[in-house]
């Protein structure tokens, strides 16, 4: 393991994912949100078949044994997707990106839900402490003012937690394809599905765009493409426990990129909430980690064949 090497990967992919959500939002007033969807996925479709390819893992990419799960996992993926993307089209970006934190807490729910994994007391309380953090980041957004109402805002609230809660749904979806999958697989056919999942949106109205954001469009999918490659990358060479808690850095980009590209103040309210959120996410990657340990001493201290 090298997880130097391994952090910054992580670190490389946060920031190429910032960047892609930014280019999302700066065309979010010209193209629909499924629109953005396509092109994010069908572009980033021949940056991951390069990085197969040099991998000698194409031929793995395409086999699969569980062709349902796939489909299942990328309607789920793709729907969280669309939600985030419409989500930052109308709020700012690093109130959707604090939001998002709320997934890896859902995770926790419904994987004692659907995949019967154990949740004890500390995951329970950690995940409330968690939730109470979003609470705090959505309040000002659901106490509509009857003297300055901002549906728009409300709505976007709405959509990015729906959104969050969509991609937990996926990444327990993962859970259980990665007991069967290679993760070469996953990545493939994530990308080629939503691609065309997203054409359902078809009739919502899709645009034509002008030549710019025709080439912000494609250049987010590429971005997608190299983000997907970047953060897969991290993990083969250190331990998910050491690399997550990086994911965080998401929220220091999002704060500088909002504020000089797209004049947004960050609120009190917003940032308190956003800090409660990651101690709660940081909580659970540790203890995840420790347990990691005490599943290893436990195997270790077994006689063999026992």
């Known amino acids: ?22 280019l999302i939002k700066a065309t979010a007033s010209e193209v629909p949100p499924g629109e953005a969807v396509f092109f994010r996925s069908f572009f980033a479709m021949p940056v991951i078949a390069v990085w197969l390819l040099y991998r000698h893992e194409l031929s793995t990419g395409l086999r699969t044994a569980n062709p349902m799960g796939h489909v299942w996992r990328s309607l789920v993926g793709t729907t969280a997707m669309g939600l985030g993307f419409a989500g930052l089209g109308l709020l700012p970006l690093p109130e959707v990106t604090a939001i998002g934190y709320a997934s890896p807490l859902l995770v926790v729910i419904l994987a004692a839900m659907f995949l019967n994994e154990p949740v004890r ?32 805002q409300t709505l976007g609230a709405v959509v990015v937690l729906a959104g969050a809660v969509f991609a937990a749904l996926a990444q327990v979806f993962v859970r259980k394809l990665v007991l ?28 034509y765009p002008a030549p710019l954001t025709l080439a912000l469009l494609i250049l987010c999918g590429i971005l997608g493409g190299i983000g997907q490659v970047l953060l897969t990358s991290s993990y083969r060479y250190a331990d998910a426990s050491v690399i997550a808690p990086f994911e965080y850095t998401s929220m220091i980009l999002a704060l500088g990129v909002g504020y000089l590209v797209f004049g947004e103040v960050p609120t009190l309210v917003m940032l308190g909430g956003a800090a409660i959120i990651m101690l709660a996410g940081v909580l659970i990657i540790w203890r995840e980690a420790q347990l990691g340990i005490e599943r290893d001493k436990q195997r270790k201290a077994l006689p063999p064949g026992g």
């Open 1 to 22: 393991m090298q997880p130097l090497r391994g952090i910054l990967l992580k670190v490389a992919s946060v920031c190429v994912f910032m960047a892609m959500a930014s």
């Open 121 to 152: 007391l500390f995951r329970v309380s950690t995940v409330a402490i968690g939730m109470a953090g979003v609470l705090i980041v959505l309040s000002p957004r659901l106490t509509v003012s009857a003297a300055a109402p901002d549906l728009a």
């Open 180 to 207: 069967t999958e290679q993760t070469a697989t996953i990545v493939f056919w994530f990308s080629a599905l939503a691609a065309l999942f997203s054409l359902v949106s078809l009739p919502w109205g899709w645009v």
